[in-house]
């Protein structure tokens, strides 16, 4: 997850640029795989526009990856005019001034004000949002604010049981489940230092970091499930890190378990040193389609 939105975000910048992306998207700068098949982009929409639900999983840093979301988004809503949007990078108690903003009852500057963009919002995510408000498209803020994963990190999910209602209503049902597929909790284990439930940890690394995991991740399911009921079963892009969604894992794990007759379909955006002499075998298993790019200079 990013930090939090600073004032040091000049607003006249995201005018400047919400209408498009900002790295450029042209045939031969990316490739798409669907279990080592090359596919087109239209060929991967065409099989997206078939789910109840995509989850496209992305680097936070890979401003090529922002823009083909962008394309994605609107391809879907080409497909399918109801189209929903859902993301990671705003927390469910930020959905008024989201849907008031998106209904144009208030000004940008307001909605930025309340909604704690993260500090890349100018660049890689207001182009998503500026589509949907100009389309007329619901947007759900997905996530659980940054500090009741921040309490559950340190000290547990037990942490959540005294919250009032009203908080726990930006919550995922709680207790969450820690049944979680082997791979992934290996998966979390590698990246988190092989700690997290025991109560011990790493110094640098709070002691229930796989819970606040699990958190985010039952909670941006929770959203997307409410969001097919609220929209009635509109089909719904979600955005998010592809950690919460690849192979599988993470959110999608959840919805599966939730919704067995819900078609959810993985989109991971990845880059490659190799590209475009790409191996497709290595991404097999990761999603449905994975679109490969090349690595962008440092900046």
């Not at 040091?8 to 209408?19: E, K, N, P």
């Not at 090359?38 to 109840?52: G, I, P, V």
């Not at 209602?165 to 284990?189: G, Q, R, T």
Request: with cysteine.
């Amino acid at each position: 997850m990013a930090p939090l939105y600073t004032k040091g975000l000049v607003l006249l910048a995201i005018l400047g640029i919400t209408l498009s992306g900002s790295a450029c998207l042209a045939d031969g700068n990316f490739l798409v795989f669907s279990h080592r098949e090359t596919k087109s982009f239209e060929q991967m929409l065409e099989a997206l526009s078939k789910a109840d639900v995509v989850v496209v999983g992305e680097e936070h840093d890979h401003k090529l990856g922002h823009t083909l979301e962008l394309q994605i988004l609107k391809g879907l809503q080409a497909h399918n005019p109801s189209q929903v949007f859902s993301l990671e990078m705003f927390e469910r108690d930020v959905q008024l001034p989201l849907n008031e903003y998106l209904a144009d009852q208030i000004s940008q500057s307001s909605f930025l004000a309340a909604s704690r963009p993260w500090p890349t919002y100018a660049t890689d995510y207001a182009p998503l949002i500026e589509f949907c408000k100009a389309n007329r498209l619901p947007v759900i803020a997905a996530n659980a604010p940054r500090r009741y994963v921040s309490a559950v990190s340190r000290k547990g999910q037990s942490i959540l049981l005294d919250l009032p209602k009203a908080s726990k209503a930006y919550l995922a049902k709680l207790p969450i489940s820690m049944d979680l597929p082997p791979e992934y909790d290996a998966a979390l284990n590698a990246v988190f230092g092989n700690h997290g439930n025991t109560g011990t940890s790493m110094p640098s690394l709070p002691p229930f970091i796989k819970e606040g995991q699990a958190l985010w991740d039952a909670t941006m399911a929770d959203s997307i499930l409410r969001g097919r009921k609220q929209y009635r079963k509109s089909p719904i892009m979600q955005i998010n890190g592809s950690m919460h969604s690849d192979y599988g894992y993470g959110l999608v794990d959840r919805l599966r378990k939730t919704d067995k007759r819900l078609k959810v379909m993985i989109v991971s955006i990845k880059r490659d040193r190799a590209y475009p002499q790409v191996d497709a075998t290595q991404y097999e298993k990761t999603g449905d389609f994975v679109i490969v790019t090349g690595e962008e200079p440092k900046k």
